[in-house]
C-alpha cells in the first residue's frame, strides 16, 4: 500500500498530479486538512493562510511542471500578492505586498500552490523562532523545545507533513539550523544563485533563500525550479546553475574534509556521533575522508555579527512609518513619527542589532569594527576557498547543541548567537551548505549534520546527502504513530 | 564597558529609535557583551587581506528602457497610513532642507 | 583688512535618460502624483536596486568631456540619514570611490581664460519631493510624491578656487553649455535640473590656508547663485572686521529677498554612516565603453569657441555668444558660409538675438522661422549692399514673423531699395546744393559734417538709399566741384 498522501515525497505528488491522478486542491488538502493539521495549534508554523485563498491557488495552478500540484509554505519575509508579508513583524503588521518575490513567481511557473506564510524571527533576526511577533514555533519533534530560526516555521511545517517543501531564508544558518533541529533537509544555495528580489533584506550581502524538504531528491527539484539568473536582482549570478538532477549518482570518488578541531569540544555527543556515522555511511558509499584543521566558527560569528548588523541597520532605515506599515498614533512632527513608530513597531532583538549595527557603521567606529569585519571576512573567504582545494566538501556540525528548550537562550544574545556557529562561516563566504538528517536520538530529538561545498558546489552536497539517507540513517516524522492513532478518519 | 548609556542615546538618536532611561543600561550591557566577544577578531591575521566586496559584476547591465513594474497612485499609496489624493501624508517636517 | 573670497561648488546636474538610475521607471515630470513609481523607487520591502547603463554612458561623456581620472571599478555606497522623501532613509551614491576624480573646467570669465579645478564627479540617485505645509495650506500636514525619487543625478564637486560671484556664474554658464552640447541634460536651474550648492569662506589675501566655511543651499538660478555668494562674502566680512569669528553652518538663500538664514550649525551635522551598498555590484567600466563614449563625443563648446576665435577671426566675446549652443553655433556656422563672418557675427548678435528676446523666443523658435538659407540669402544682400541698412534692420522683424523669400517680401511691402549711383547721384547733387554751409564745412576739414549730409541723402530718399553708397557719391561728387 502506498504511503498517506500528507507524507509524500514532492517528486511523487507532483508525478501524480501530472498523470491526473490527484488534483492540486487534494494534494494541499492531504497536508492541510489531513491529521498534520492538528498539530498546527500546538506547532504554531503558519502566521497567515487563507482557506479561500489556498483552494483557489491550487484550483488555478496548471497541472504541470517540476512541482505541479506541490503545496509549499514560504517564510514570511517574502513578498506575495495573495498572503501578507510582515516579516513577523508589528511594524509590518496588515501589510500586503503589492508584487511576489521572484523565488514565489517561479515556485508558482512551476506549478507549485503557496498555502501561507511561515512564522520566523522577527525580521529573521533570531535562532529559535521565538521572537516572532505572532508568538513562536514550538519543535514538532517535542514542544518544549525550540524549532531552531529563524525559518522556524517553515522547518517545522515539513517536519510534520504540512507540506512536503518550504522557503526560508538564510542569512547566518537560518535555514541550516532549524532544519537541523526539526530533522528535515535544508539548503543554502550558493549566494547569488537564487534571487533575492522580493526577500526583505536583513544582511543583503549575506541574505539567500534556502530550501526545506524531508527527502534530498525534492530539494534538488526545487533547487532546479528556482536557481537562475533574474534581472531584478543585481547580485544575482547570470551563469548557468548547477546541474543537480544527478543528485542519485553517488559520492564514489568524491572526498570529504573532515575538520575534526571544530567538534573538539562544546558539541553534543549525539552530534558527534551523527558525524561517526555520517562518515563511514559516506566511506560505506565510495567517498573518501580527508581529515583537516579547520578555522574554528567564533571568528565568523564575530565578524557576521558587525556586517549582518550594520547592513540590516541600513535595511530597516525604510520601516518609518510614511509608506507602509505602522504609524505610531502619537507622532506631532515627522521626527517623533520615525522615533515613535519604530520603537512601538520593533521587538527588542531587532532593536539591539540595528543599534549595533548603527554603532559599527558610525563616526568613528567604522574602521574597527565594520571595515575590520569585512578584512576577516575576506580571511574567511581564503579559508573556505584553501579547504576545497583539497576536498569536495566539508562534513561538519549544522549547530553545536540538539534543539534546546523554549526560553532558554532568549535572553542572552550571545548565546543564541553562538548556535549559528557552524553555519555563518557559509554566508561570509558565499558558499552552498546543507543540512542532513541524521536519525533521532533515544529521547526522540533528531540529529543532524552539515555539509559544506565550493561556489556552485549544490550538486556534490546533494549527492552526499543522498548517500547518507541511502547508506545511514534518515529522518522520520515526529510523533507519526500517534498522530495517525489520533486522527479519526484511521480509527 | 564598552558602550555606555550616552553612547546607547547617541546611536539610538542616529537610528530613530527610543531607548528608555531605564532600558539604557541594560542594552548598554548587551551590546557591550557583544563587542567584547567581537573583540576576538583582533587575534586573526588579516595581513594582505582587503575588505571583502560583494556581488560579483558579471551580469549584463540593465538598458535605459521603461519596464511594466510600475505601480499606479492608487496601488503605490494602498498601504499607506495616511494618504490623499495619491500622495503620501505625514506630520509636518521640521527640519526642512533636505541635505 | 583685505580679504579674499574662497568659493568651491558642488553642482547635482539631472541625467536626460529614459528610466531612472536603479529602476525601470519612466522619469517624467509633472504627471500625477506617485504616477511614475515601482517597488524599488518607492523603497518597498523586498525590492532592489538595477543600474541604468545608459545614466553611466552618459556620465562617461562628461568625464571624457572634462579630462577627469575614470575609475574603473567604481562602487556605490549608501548615504544614511531619515528624512520623508528619501524612500529607503538612505541614498544610493558613491563616496571613497567615485566613477571621476580631478578634470578640469575651462571658463571664461570677464573675458579671461582660466581652469577651474575639479575634485569628483559621481553617480547618484535623486530624492522624491515634500510639499511642506506653507506649499500644502494644511498646516498639521506635510505630502510626499515619489516621482522624482530615484532618477540620476551626477554630482560634481570644484577644489575650492573660485574666488568670486563672477566666478561661479561664469562656471555654471560654461558647465549648463558643456552638459547641453553632450546631449545629456537640459541643466535648467529653473527647473531643477542643475541645481547648485556654494561653500564659501574667506581668508586674508595672500594668505594659503582656508579660513572656515559656511554651505550655501537653495541657489535656484545663476543669478540666484551670484546675489547668494555675494551676499554671503558680504557677510562674512562684516563680521570678520567687526573681530567675530566665522561659524561652520548651513545656509538657506532666500532669492526674493535677497536673504539668508542659517539652516543647521556643525553641532548639528550628521553622521551619513556611508557603507559600500551590498545590492550593487562594482561598476566596471570597460575600454571599450570608454572608447565607445569618447567616440560620441561632440566638438566640446570650448573648443568651438577657441576655434571660432582662430578660423573666423571673431573676438573672444562673440565667439563665447555665438558658442553658447550648439544650436546657435551650428546656425551661425551655416550662415557664416561664403560671407565675411564677422559681418554675419554682428548681425546675429545684434539684431537676430534681439529680435528673439523681443519675441520671448528661444533659438530653435528663431532657427524653425528663419532657416540658415534664408537668413544667409538676406545677409549676403545687406553684404553686397543691396539693402541699406535701416531697412534691412526692419527687414529682420519680417523675416521672423512672415514667410517668404527676400524678393516677396520686398514686393509685399512696397518696398523698391535705390540701391545703385544712377538711382542715388541725383538726390546727392541736390543735397549739396541745398545744403552750403555744411558742405564748406566738410571741406574745412570738419569731418562729423558727412553723418548730416548722408542723413540728408537718406531722408530724400525716403530711407531707401544705401548709406555707404550715399557717402561714397558724397565724396566724389564734393571732390568734383571743388
Ligand atoms: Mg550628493
Ligand atoms: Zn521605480
Redesign the interface.
Known sequence: MSRPLWKESAAAISARVRAGEITAVEAMDAGWDGPASLWEHDVHAVVHTDREARHAAAEAAPARGLLAGVPVLVKD???TVDYP?T?CSRI?AG?????D?TVVRRLREAGAVIVGKGNMDEFAMGSSTEFSCYGPTRNPWDLSRVPGGSSGGPAAAVAYGLVPVALGSDTGGSVRQPAAFCGVYGLKPTY?RLS??????F???LDQVGIFARHAGDVATTFAALAG?D?????????PAPDVSNWDAGVTGLRFGWPANLWANGVDGAIVDALERSANALERAGGTRVPMEFLPG??A???Y??VAT??A??NL???????????SSD??????????S??EG?GPEV??R???G??A???GY?DA???????????I??EYARAFESCDFLLLPAAPTLPFRVGEKVDD??AM?LSDVFTIGAN?AGTPGLSVPVGVTPEGLPTAVQLLGPQDGEGALLRAARAIEVNGDVARLPREHEVEASWPGKR | MRIDRDEVRRIAELARLEIADDDAAAVAGQLSGVLDFVATLQQLDLDGCEPSTFAPADAPPREDVPGVRGLDPFAATAAAPESDEGYFVVPPVVENVNP | MAWEAVIGLECHIQLRTRTKMFCECEVVFGDEANSHVCPTCLGLPGALPRLNAGAIRMALRLGLALGCDIRHESQFARKNYFYPDMPKNYQITQYDRPLFEHGTLPVVVEGEAREFALTRIHCEEDAGKSFHPERTGDRSRSRVEFNRAGTPLLELVTEPVLRSPADCAAFLVTLRRLVRALGISDADMEKGQLRCDANVSLRPEGASLLGVKTELKNLNSIKGVERGVAAEIERQRRALDSGERIVQATLLYDADHDKLAIMRTKEQAHDYRYFPDPDLPLLVVSEAELEQARASLPELPWRRVQRFVAQYGLPPYDAAVLGDSRELADYYEECAAGLDPKFVANWLMTEALRAVNERAWDVARWTAQVPAARMADFLGRVARKELPGPLAKQFIGWLADEAGGVDELLARHGVSVKGTAEDLRPIVKAVLDENPGPVAQYLAGKTVTMGFLVGQVMKKSGGQAVPTLAQQLLIEEMAARS
Open positions: 519575509n517574502l513578498c508579508t516579516c509590518l501589510y500586503h505586498a503589492p508584487y518575490a547569488g533575492r528580489y522580493g526577500l526583505v533584506a544582511g543583503s550581502s539568473w534581472e531584478y536582482d543585481a547580485t544575482s549570478r547570470p551563469a567564533e571568528y560569528v564575530a565578524a555579527y558587525l550594520a547592513e541597520s541600513s532605515a525604510r520601516f518609518d512609518g510614511v509608506r507602509y506599515g505602522l504609524r507622532a506631532t512632527d515627522v521626527r517623533s513619527l520615525y522615533v515613535r519604530r520603537s520593533f532593536r539591539r540595528i543599534l549595533l548603527t554603532y557603521l558610525s563616526s567604522y569594527y565594520y571595515l575590520q569585519a569585512q578584512r576577516a571576512r575576506t580571511r573567504r581564503r544574545p550571545l548567537y561570509l
